[in-house]
């Protein structure tokens, strides 16, 4: 195990009923809000009103930001930030999934910085006095809700950029699983592989030592397994949804990469993806990662093929733990495709004409990865495997 | 899974030399302190010398109380609360295991408060203004370094008392395992026992649907086990030793319970022994948890049966689940044996002769825990199956 620092002070409030608390958790930081949000489904299902009436209740002023979008907008931080600016304004509420949980971070970032707030996600320099942020969250998948994350698309240039730091964790999370019901398919799945990915980014490392939190991922992975087959079956099921969105939050909140080095290249190489052909996340990280690992797994025969047999329960292989291994990236493969996740570019119509200079983009500030370095030709391999 | 609100803010300092930024860490919080911790072993291995050096160049003035003892006393926590008095400190800092940690906690509740601190422990009262307590932990056990709770005994009456209550969470923890190198085998052993323990209690519950924390608490069942046979034999193994520390905090920072309902049972049936015969806390768990499964398994066979087949590899006996579920019991109990821990009364050389008094003192302010609620006579007939 590596030497570590790890403090994930988010306030979670999880269960039934718990966005009415939203009120009174906010006031403990202050009076005046911006409140963040996406599209029309927080209107459409009455959980905008819900929110308006607790923050009310509690004499809170709201100034708002809806239009948020997947893959948030640099263009609309700004816009945020200006609000904020303007109205004295020194809380933010993100309700909604990843992207305006990502979005009220930046702007929280942007309010008290006099540069441009797209600096922090281009540079090493880190932003001071940033604002507090709390979330409602409606899309178990980015894990920013408690995480020390936010990642951002500038539209010129397409560019798809994270900021890391332990200044923007949430002061406070509330879930209620009972928000995610009316999720459609498609959201539900997409959330589901970029919570399986989190886990996968940390679970293959070339630290040693690591047989606890190892393990602490692999059941994570089972449940997530399980609990996918029973949601998609009954997608009002309170407790299928309720474990899909606790997992959502611990595998990314940190604890299951304390002491871990960790991997993060096929984020990276998604994020070539969805800010060219603007495909969500989780269905390019479902495309990236089998490819990914088809390319990488030599690397660690035996890391492997523990994941096949512990994740996945596949047969062990004893004279043959190459055999064992590949098991398991074709099971996760399968799982994918079993349950409609894409696992080709194929299947998301985009063309190999641009896979160069996906390659080239994604490694023009050196190579990705840690559990396998990778330069510009290996990431054009790995997107040639995941063409089909 | 139930509604929960979970947060655990401590901030982790993990790995080799940690203890080397105890002066930066506690500089953020005070410039005088009291440095509390308990026998020898700290100055034995030079640790204490570390700790003062890092205090001093960080220019923070150091009063000291040591003394402190397994089943740490009420006596000492009011002689602590006397110190900070007098001399205006507003910061404690534990040196030690979960004792050292939970007399901090105790001090830090009782410095602002007029009244007596053993109010805290023995009614609904709780403490306001609490002192933020920081640690560097050298035994893994109590889990206190990132828990919310504390517990004291009082010398009068023998009795052994628990606070719970977020504002006792410490503010940091520094661990690092080789501090636990030069354990002996049996303390290395009592908080093996105690770490299991914490799984255990929030293992056995009536909660259902809660899948995801059972395969956490599993894992680390399972990584804790292989570890201990590890460290037996390499007392040195910093891999293992690491794995082991780690384990015990996250074991007891609440994470694993979020959701569930816990027991408890067990450990306010121990606390009556080691109150009266002042035997280790894990000793005593270890005694007592198989005797208490022993007597509650039929309240839920297939639970018991899974923790059989998880943990254990457990032949599944599909036409018997009962057999199954008795084969964990056996195997946990094995398990204890093998390594060394006590497993019955006898072992540690308790007569039966006051069985009844701790049965109904262990009982006097109601029924013990949820799983299956203890009146007095089920406690008496544990205590009976734990005499062999």
């Given at each position: 195990?590596?030497?570590?620092i790890?403090?994930?002070?988010?306030?979670?409030?999880?269960?039934?009923?718990?966005e009415?608390?939203?009120?009174?958790?906010?006031k403990?930081?202050?009076?005046?809000?911006?409140?963040?949000?996406?599209?029309?489904s927080?209107k459409?299902?009455?959980?905008?009103?819900?929110?308006?009436?607790?923050?009310?209740?509690?004499d809170?002023?709201?100034?708002?930001?809806?239009?948020?979008?997947p893959n948030?907008?640099?263009?609309?931080?700004?816009?945020?930030?200006?609000?904020?600016?303007?109205?004295?304004?020194?809380?933010?509420?993100?309700?909604?999934?990843?992207?305006?949980?990502?979005s009220?971070?930046?702007?929280?970032?942007?309010?008290?910085?006099?540069?441009?707030i797209?600096?922090f996600?281009t540079?090493?320099?880190?932003?001071?006095?940033?604002?507090?942020?709390?979330?409602?969250?409606?899309?178990?998948a980015?894990?920013s809700?408690?995480?020390?994350g936010?990642?951002?698309?500038?539209?010129?240039?397409?560019?798809?950029?994270?900021?890391t730091?332990?200044?923007?964790?949430?002061?406070?999370?509330?879930?209620?699983?009972?928000?995610?019901?009316?999720?459609?398919?498609?959201?539900?799945?997409?959330?589901?592989?970029?919570?399986?990915?989190?886990?996968?980014?940390?679970y293959?490392?070339?630290?040693?030592?690591?047989?606890?939190?190892?393990?602490?991922?692999?059941?994570a992975?089972?449940?997530?397994?399980?609990?996918?087959?029973?949601?998609?079956?009954?997608?009002?099921?309170?407790?299928?949804?309720?474990?899909?969105?606790?997992?959502?939050?611990?595998?990314?909140?940190?604890?299951?990469?304390?002491?871990?080095?960790?991997?993060?290249?096929?984020?990276?190489?998604?994020?070539?993806?969805?800010?060219?052909?603007?495909?969500?996340?989780?269905?390019?990280?479902?495309i990236?990662?089998?490819?990914?690992?088809?390319?990488?797994?030599k690397?660690?025969?035996?890391?492997?093929?523990?994941?096949?047999?512990?994740?996945?329960?596949?047969?062990?292989?004893?004279?043959?733990?190459?055999?064992?291994?590949?098991?398991?990236?074709?099971?996760?493969?399968?799982?994918?495709?079993?349950?409609?996740l894409?696992?080709?570019?194929?299947?998301?119509?985009?063309?190999?004409?641009?896979l160069?200079?996906?390659?080239?983009?994604?490694?023009?500030?050196?190579?990705?990865?840690?559990?396998?370095?990778?330069?510009?030709?290996?990431?054009?391999?790995?997107?040639?495997?995941?063409?089909?």
């Amino acid at each position: 195990m590596k030497n570590f620092i790890f403090q994930s002070p988010t306030r979670i409030i999880f269960g039934k009923d718990t966005e009415l608390e939203i009120g009174k958790e906010t006031k403990k930081f202050a009076g005046k809000v911006l409140l963040h949000y996406g599209g029309s489904s927080i209107k459409k299902y009455g959980l905008y009103e819900k929110v308006m009436k607790s923050l009310k209740d509690e004499d809170i002023e709201v100034f708002e930001l809806g239009g948020v979008k997947p893959n948030p907008r640099l263009n609309l931080v700004y816009e945020g930030i200006k609000i904020c600016r303007n109205n004295n304004i020194k809380f933010i509420l993100a309700v909604g999934g990843g992207s305006a949980i990502d979005s009220a971070k930046a702007i929280a970032c942007g309010v008290n910085y006099k540069g441009d707030i797209w600096d922090f996600y281009t540079t090493d320099k880190k932003a001071e006095k940033v604002l507090p942020v709390g979330v409602i969250l409606t899309i178990p998948a980015a894990g920013s809700e408690a995480s020390n994350g936010s990642v951002i698309t500038k539209e010129e240039g397409l560019l798809k950029k994270a900021y890391t730091d332990e200044t923007i964790r949430p002061v406070f999370a509330i879930l209620n699983p009972e928000l995610t019901f009316t999720l459609p398919a498609e959201q539900t799945l997409n959330g589901i592989s970029d919570i399986f990915a989190h886990g996968l980014e940390r679970y293959f490392t070339n630290t040693q030592n690591v047989d606890f939190s190892d393990r602490l991922i692999e059941g994570a992975f089972k449940s997530l397994i399980k609990n996918t087959y029973i949601v998609l079956e009954k997608p009002h099921d309170y407790a299928a949804r309720a474990e899909i969105m606790w997992i959502g939050l611990v595998m990314h909140n940190g604890l299951f990469g304390a002491g871990r080095e960790e991997d993060w290249a096929s984020h990276m190489i998604e994020h070539e993806l969805s800010a060219i052909y603007d495909i969500a996340h989780g269905a390019g990280l479902s495309i990236v990662f089998p490819a990914w690992m088809r390319y990488v797994y030599k690397h660690d025969i035996n890391r492997f093929a523990q994941f096949a047999i512990r994740v996945f329960g596949a047969e062990t292989y004893f004279n043959d733990m190459e055999k064992t291994a590949l098991e398991g990236i074709k099971r996760l493969k399968n799982f994918y495709k079993e349950v409609g996740l894409p696992t080709s570019l194929g299947d998301v119509s985009i063309p190999d004409t641009l896979l160069k200079v996906m390659a080239e983009k994604s490694t023009s500030e050196g190579p990705l990865g840690h559990f396998v370095k990778l330069e510009t030709k290996d990431v054009l391999n790995i997107l040639k495997i995941a063409m089909n």
